[in-house]
């Protein structure tokens, strides 16, 4: 039985008093769904995954970012998923106990993001770590990062930036930081989750996939004339949510990568989990789905994830 008794999550909210709303979102695109072509399966994978449990700035005084536990472990579950299905994954991992010279400062994130190489297909920048919300604006906090200096950390704004460096046609970002959810479009997409499952019903993956169909149809006409090359983004956790890693008997794991890497893994029928329609090609919104599904199931779960952005689906994982 896993021991599920130490819940950790992945924020710090140096605000008092009641958690202002937020309507943020990365600066990329209106929302498009496009049907995935055979090209998007195809060209060079490239992905940078970024594990963080070290942070360098520690005081008693409470104006820090704590530690965290497995936010490395569950980069390195990405990794391995990636490298297996034939990507290429640069690692950026702030281990715990360890020199303050260790990567995964915001510097390392961002020469990274601005290196992506040119012959780059499909590109994906994988973020486990704190989130932190300030007055109206969200971050994601590298390890160098000061809770009383916005700029050590990385805004939607300035990923947005350094996202646009590369060329590449398909573009995925996964945040499994508390507050997530501000980096994605609430307004332009509508993937029928809400930013506080707390607060509002979950609507079924029916009608997700009844809306997403609605959006798929109203674009259907402009996607083969303007094709887009804004980022899917997935957050592990609505604008208002926190995201929670726990530990177990064999280690430990933050939940939602936990579920989304869980959709990679072979069933006793020889399919991949999360592969619904059986096609041999686990998608980015297939693995978003089954993530979710076991989300809603999971009694410990006080998250949801988002996806939004350049919704042309494309494969993690081609088995073909």
């Known amino acids: ?3 599920m008794s130490k819940g950790n999550c992945k924020y710090r909210n140096l605000m008092k008093g009641a958690l202002i709303e937020l309507v943020l ?26 594990g ?6 520690n005081n008693s005084n409470g104006n820090s970012f704590g530690d965290l536990d497995f936010c490395v472990t569950d980069a390195e579950a990405m990794e391995a998923m990636l490298t297996a299905a034939g990507w290429k994954v640069e690692p950026i991992k702030a281990e715990s106990g360890i020199s303050d010279d260790n990567k995964a400062k915001k510097n390392d994130i961002e020469n990274a993001l601005r290196g992506v190489p040119a012959d780059t297909a499909t590109f994906l920048f994988y973020f486990s770590g704190h989130g932190y919300v300030y007055r109206n604006e969200a ?7 000061v809770p009383s200096k916005n700029s050590s950390m990385i805004s939607a704004t300035e990923l947005s930036d ?13 945040l499994d930081s508390c507050y997530s959810g501000s980096f994605v479009d609430p307004g332009d997409c509508i993937d029928a989750v809400p930013g506080n499952i707390a607060s509002d019903q979950i609507s079924s993956n029916i009608d997700m996939f009844l809306r997403f169909g609605e959006l798929l149809a109203q674009n259907s006409a402009s996607a083969a004339k303007y094709p887009s090359t804004a980022p899917l983004v997935i957050s592990a956790a609505g604008w208002n949510e926190e995201s929670w890693e ?13 579920y989304f890497v869980q959709a990679s893994e072979i069933s006793e029928d020889n399919s991949m989990n999360g592969d619904f329609d059986g096609d041999g090609i686990l998608s ?14 999971d009694w410990r779960a006080n998250q949801l994830p988002h996806i939004t952005g350049g919704l042309r689906d494309f494969a993690l994982i081609d088995s073909h």
Do not use: R
């Open 139 to 145: 971050y994601i906090v590298p390890s160098d990062g």
């Open 1 to 3: 039985m896993k021991d």
């Open 284 to 297: 980015c919104i297939e693995a978003y789905d089954y993530a979710k599904k076991a989300l809603e199931k």
């Open 25 to 50: 979102w990365l600066p990329l695109a209106s929302c498009e769904l496009f049907a995935p072509t055979n090209a998007t399966f195809q060209g060079t994978k490239y992905a940078v995954v970024v």
């Open 246 to 258: 726990y530990s177990s008997n064999d280690g430990g794991y933050g939940i939602f990568t936990h």
């Open 162 to 174: 350094w996202l646009d460096n590369s060329k590449a046609l398909n573009k995925l970002v996964i």
């Open 52 to 57: 963080i449990n070290d942070y360098i700035y």
